[in-house]
């Protein structure tokens, strides 16, 4: 692994909109997130140097390409430099690993990331086509979706490590227990065992509760270098680690269908560049587009051995009052999923928790990860967040 | 249309389903191919989906199975012929002309193949 010096990157503003389902189409709800974002680090548009929009998806979903320009241009942002990332569900955190780039690079002193993802007005049938889009074609023409590999990768688990069902929607009720506290959740309802494990099945032996919802919505992230923070604002928090890394295509090859290879690089990676240990971490976002993959990453991440991830939720350790909080913000689960905003809301939750910004669901926090999770652990970048000095 | 359910090989000896211009494991361009259509696979895991997107059969039951070729195993993902299929079960692929209906989805219908081979209970 090449080591180039950097310069330490800082966030210095966050915003998100209402997640859920929405009239706006996606330039607009890029817009709403992007200006509240400019505004919370009162911050004028025209001064951006870069601008990324994490999105999947807006081509299929509604027929608009170069939403990076129609952004540029709608903000007031004309002059800079603009790009959109697309790494499916991971659009987001490869967003912050673009943005990270413009400024550790000093190629931009000034960069915002805004992601975001309008799907609401097509059908389920439609959105989960759109996704599955991503697999490959002897996956595709069998039907494969993303909540079919759920189906079976949790099936292998819970046969494999003899994990009761229960565990994974006591995922669920947490999930949906930190997102009533969340005003921009989709869903802020609670739910109990009982309503996840009688829900309709949809990819036997997990359940509607097991799965996030289709969702629209935006969120964004500023960035400037640590020096440049210092003088601007004494609340920002600064990235100490991100790394990506990619797994394969086809989910089948893998060798072992328990363990996510993206996980577990961008993990170690992100790990080793920040230099803290897996205790270090006070709060993390985990991707729980399916109630399985909380405990994939749990265990990718190191936070638990292979097969001993489902006991971190039987035995309490990542609800909000446990040692380890997993999602606070409700996660996918109940904040909803717009594909390409879920990374950076990921990040906006974690900019709160480590600014004491975060309210009802406030925990004590000093230094929060996120992982991002693209296709069924396709692409992955993993981003360790602590407050600034 | 080929009859053929082909793993690719590379001159090391890796396996994979389906096959890639490069071994996944090595790197070395897979230059033979191996036909599992007339074999035994065991079925590694299985789900139904009760939520398929347009042109595919609701509900889909899917399944990994494994093929052993030699000690080496390659897996391979496709639909079931039936629901009633069990973690360990001995099944063998069955041809269908079309797995789902090449028209009704987002794909280009001319920019892949949509034969292939379900997976039977033996």
Known sequence: ?389 | MSRELLAGECPNGHRSYPTHPRCPDCGDPQSATVDLADREAEVVTWTTSTATPPGVREPNTLAIVEFDLDGESVRVLGQATTDDVDVGDTVRPVYVDELRDPNAGIREPESQDWDGFRFEPV
């Not at chain 1, 081509?59 to 430099?81: P, S």
């Not at chain 1, 069998?142 to 046969?159: E, I, K, M, N, Q």
């Not at chain 1, 990676?269 to 991707?287: I, K, P, T």
């Open chain 1, 1 to 389: 692994m090449p080591r180039v010096r950097m310069s330490p990157v800082a966030c210095i503003g966050a915003s998100m909109t209402q997640f859920g389902q929405r009239d706006e189409w996606v330039v607009d709800l890029l817009a709403e997130a992007g200006q509240a974002c400019l505004d919370d680090a009162s911050v004028d548009a025209a001064d951006l140097d870069h601008l990324y929009v994490s999105n999947m998806a807006s081509g299929e979903f509604e027929g608009q390409t170069g939403v990076m320009n129609a952004l540029a241009h709608d903000l007031g942002a004309l002059g800079a430099y603009t790009q959109r990332v697309d790494q499916t569900s991971a659009s987001g955190g490869a967003g912050i690993y673009a943005a990270w780039q413009s400024v550790a690079s000093g190629a931009s002193d000034l960069t915002m990331l805004v992601g975001g993802e309008k799907m609401t007005h097509r059908t389920t049938g439609e959105s989960t086509d759109v996704i599955a889009s991503l697999t490959h074609p002897a996956e595709y023409k069998h039907g494969v979706t993303l909540p079919s590999f759920a189906g079976l990768t949790a099936r292998h688990y819970l046969d494999r490590f003899d994990a009761p069902r229960e565990s994974l929607a006591k995922v669920a009720v947490k999930n949906h227990r930190n997102g009533v506290d969340n005003p921009h959740a989709q869903f802020r309802k609670e739910i109990d065992v009982e309503t996840a494990l009688e829900s309709p099945i949809i990819a036997d032996p997990l359940r509607l509760y097991d799965f996030c919802p289709v969702t629209d919505g935006s969120a964004a992230l500023l960035f400037t270098t640590e020096e440049r923070a210092s003088d601007l604002t004494d609340d920002y928090v600064v990235i100490s680690g991100i790394a990506g890394a990619t797994d394969t295509q086809v989910v089948h090859e893998r060798d072992d269908p328990t363990v996510m290879g993206g996980v577990v690089e961008s993990g170690d990676r992100a790990f080793e560049m920040a230099g803290r240990a897996r205790e270090d971490v006070d709060v993390a976002e985990l991707h729980d587009m399916f109630t399985i993959l909380e405990f994939l990453q749990y265990e990718g991440l190191g936070f638990a051995d292979q097969g001993e991830g489902w006991r971190a939720i039987e035995e309490g350790v990542t609800a909000r009052d446990g040692s380890l909080p997993i999602n606070t913000s409700g996660g996918l689960k109940s904040k909803g999923h717009p594909l390409g905003a879920s990374g950076v809301a990921q990040a906006y939750e974690l900019y709160q928790q480590l600014l004491g910004e975060a309210g009802p669901r406030q925990v004590e926090a000093d230094v929060g990860l996120a992982c991002n999770v693209g296709g069924f652990g396709n692409c992955v970048t993993t981003t360790i967040m602590e407050v600034g000095e």
